[in-house]
């Protein structure tokens, strides 16, 4: 029997499936492709740090990763542009996990402000090869096999592909949070000695959910160079991929499910929506801030837990009207 | 008896500060022992010693006959001497009975950790169980962070348990609770212990370590010095001496000589 908590989840999916049916034109469809990628990159990056409190502004490590995977093994396996492209997109994923094992096992070690610092710092030395490399093509950009479909129609497989993504990692971050794993992240977030000494293997389990976050990052970045056929190094490792996704997470809720998912598909929609209607690349940068400082200012544990709390204390006030409120006290 | 848990000539230092000098200590099996002294005499160092969060610099720390020195916190714990801390750690937001279930794995592979849900039925009970028996089982699906500072030292030594450790480690268990709850928590321990706990208790009320403990194992400046039944530490000049030296709190003294 379905919960009213997971028919919620079955409406939301079918309203995702129906959108490119409403949404017919290609721009529209573009930001809604663009949207899941990021809402699934968020929810992903969640998984890890919301959970854990290990906040990595690294991310574009693995989505760039993710990006020339698919960019250069296209291209050296002569794979033709079609859809068999997208068997590559895992590829992209596993690849960036091989990428983040070796950086978490750096990165890890330390914690807080320094982990923050470690992590920008290590982003910028992909970033910085992926310019200066010779096989990614430099400044220059890569450009992935043609994919000759109809324009109209483009982004339609590609739509589909990113919502299974995004499907993928909301049920990988559900089910990581009602496991035995995802009880150690939370304990290790409120305190990670005291979460050691009660048995905890803090080590294996942080590299373990770095390196799963990595792989649903890695899948978009690749499926983000599908869809646009031609990756520059600035673009996928981007210093402003790294903060939109954290800041999607902590405007919805950091640390909750569903918090990333909503700050994901709220922004990453305006913010596309604003570039396409008024062709400025930077009005949303304003729309941002301004929503920015609202969140901080009144409600800096993001929109879900404000609700939540808002909607738990209007549940007290009914219940509690007429009662004399002597919550106080309690001995010790 | 035979000894359960012991440090043998324990040093360390942290800069030019010799926080522990040579120390010995042993604890019987079954037995309920208490290490005193004044602030900065090392014990919470030794505490850490014992349970791998400081490495020593020399010494040997024992469990059950194998050499445990330097082995990290968690194998520690699994092995089965847990501890809690001198200033409550618990996990602030995360709900109490979530907070029980961190501890029920013990050696578990950290991969199993992947595949299993948050709990068994049986260790639900068990977490359950234990709430109960430290009389906070109504708070369980509360934030623990909600918890007052006494609810919170009952939720640290429940959770302790809910691992079935030989031994415990208790840091001031008794250190900023009122009377009502410090006989209390006296009561839990002398209720474990006749179960078969083991219990190593650090504590500054002189009345509570008194009543409570087999043995006293009086620290001064980082080594042992004095260890013997509550009675022959109370009578023990060298122990007047130590705490007269160490501070100014006549109370203390006179709590050692007559309580």
């Given at each position: 029997m379905l919960r009213l908590r997971n028919l919620w989840w079955v409406a939301a999916l079918a309203v995702a499936l129906l959108v490119p049916q409403i949404l017919t034109n290609p721009a529209y469809r573009n930001i809604a492709v663009l949207t899941l990628i990021f809402t699934a990159c968020t929810t992903s990056w969640n998984m890890f740090s919301g959970y854990s409190g290990y906040v990595a502004l690294g991310a574009g490590a693995f989505y760039g990763t993710g990006a020339y995977t698919m960019a250069l093994l296209s291209k050296h396996l002569n794979v033709p542009g079609n859809g068999n492209m997208f068997w590559l997109v895992p590829v992209g994923g596993l690849a960036a996990v091989l990428v983040a094992i070796p950086v978490g096992l750096i990165a890890l070690r330390v914690r807080r402000h320094t982990f923050v610092v470690i992590t920008i710092a290590i982003f910028f030395v992909f970033q910085l090869s992926a310019i200066n490399a010779n096989f990614t093509g430099g400044t220059g950009g890569f450009t992935l096999p043609y994919i000759p479909w109809m324009i109209q129609d483009y982004q339609l497989p590609f739509y589909y592909v990113a919502l299974a993504i995004l499907?993928?990692?909301?049920?990988?971050?559900?089910?990581?949070?009602?496991?035995?794993?995802?009880?150690?992240?939370?304990?290790?977030?409120?305190?990670?000695?005291?979460?050691?000494?009660?048995?905890?293997?803090?080590?294996?389990?942080?590299?373990?959910?770095?390196?799963?976050?990595?792989?649903?990052?890695?899948?978009?970045?690749?499926?983000?160079?599908?869809?646009?056929?031609?990756?520059?190094?600035?673009?996928?490792?981007?210093?402003?991929?790294?903060?939109?996704?954290?800041?999607?997470?902590?405007?919805?809720?950091?640390?909750?499910?569903?918090?990333?998912?909503?700050?994901?598909?709220?922004?990453?929609?305006?913010?596309?929506?604003?570039?396409?209607?008024y062709s400025n690349g930077s009005l949303y940068l304003i729309l941002f801030g301004v929503l920015f400082l609202l969140v901080v200012l009144f409600m800096p544990q993001g929109i879900v837990v404000f609700t939540r709390e808002w909607w738990a204390k209007r549940q007290d006030r009914l219940a509690s009207t007429g009662e004399v409120a002597s919550v106080q006290g309690g001995n010790s | 008896m035979s000894e359960l848990l012991s440090a043998n000539g324990v040093s360390k230092a942290f800069g030019g500060v010799q926080a522990l000098d040579n120390c010995t200590l042993h604890v019987q099996k079954g037995s309920i022992t208490g290490l005193i002294g004044p602030n900065g005499s090392g014990k919470t160092t030794l505490f850490n010693v014992m349970t791998g969060y400081v490495k020593p610099d020399s010494g040997a720390v024992t469990f059950e006959g194998n050499d445990i020195t330097n082995a990290r916190p968690n194998k520690v714990f699994a092995m089965g001497i847990g501890r809690t801390f001198q200033l409550t750690r618990i996990f602030a937001r995360?709900?109490?009975?979530?907070?029980?279930?961190?501890?029920?794995?013990?050696?578990?592979?950290?991969?199993?950790?992947?595949?299993?849900?948050?709990?068994?039925?049986?260790?639900?009970?068990?977490?359950?169980?234990?709430?109960?028996?430290?009389?906070?089982?109504?708070?369980?699906?509360?934030?623990?962070?909600?918890?007052?500072?006494?609810?919170?030292?009952?939720?640290?030594?429940?959770?302790?348990?809910?691992?079935?450790?030989?031994?415990?480690?208790?840091?001031?268990?008794?250190?900023?609770?009122?009377?009502?709850?410090?006989?209390?928590?006296?009561?839990?321990?002398?209720?474990?212990?006749?179960?078969?706990?083991?219990?190593?208790?650090?504590?500054?009320?002189?009345?509570?370590?008194?009543?409570?403990?087999?043995?006293?194992?009086?620290?001064?400046?980082?080594?042992?010095?004095?260890?013997?039944?509550?009675?022959?530490?109370?009578?023990?000049?060298?122990?007047?001496?130590?705490?007269?030296?160490?501070?100014?709190?006549?109370?203390?003294?006179?709590?050692?000589?007559?309580?």
């Open positions: 499907v993928f990692a909301i049920a990988l971050s559900a089910s990581v949070r009602r496991s035995r794993f995802g009880l150690q992240l939370l304990a290790i977030r409120d305190d990670e000695d005291r979460a050691l000494g009660l048995g905890v293997k803090v080590f294996p389990v942080k590299l373990t959910g770095f390196a799963m976050s990595a792989f649903t990052i890695g899948m978009c970045g690749a499926l983000y160079a599908m869809l646009q056929g031609q990756i520059y190094p600035q673009f996928v490792f981007d210093p402003i991929f790294d903060i939109s996704i954290a800041l999607m997470a902590f405007f919805g809720g950091f640390g909750t499910l569903l918090g990333p998912i909503i700050g994901g598909l709220v922004l990453e929609s305006s913010q596309q929506y604003l570039t396409v209607t | 995360i709900s109490v009975l979530e907070n029980m279930l961190v501890a029920t794995q013990r050696d578990e592979s950290w991969l199993r950790g992947l595949t299993r849900s948050m709990s068994s039925t049986s260790e639900l009970d068990a977490a359950m169980e234990w709430l109960d028996f430290v009389g906070i089982a109504r708070l369980a699906q509360l934030p623990a962070g909600s918890l007052s500072y006494g609810q919170r030292k009952l939720l640290e030594l429940a959770y302790v348990l809910v691992a079935d450790p030989d031994v415990i480690l208790l840091d001031e268990p008794a250190g900023g609770v009122n009377l009502t709850l410090i006989n209390e928590i006296g009561e839990k321990i002398r209720t474990l212990n006749e179960a078969g706990k083991t219990f190593l208790i650090v504590e500054h009320n002189m009345e509570f370590v008194m009543s409570l403990c087999d043995s006293v194992t009086v620290m001064h400046q980082g080594s042992d010095l004095v260890t013997g039944t509550p009675s022959e530490v109370r009578s023990n000049p060298l122990v007047l001496d130590a705490y007269l030296g160490g501070s100014d709190d006549d109370d203390i003294i006179e709590e050692i000589a007559h309580g």
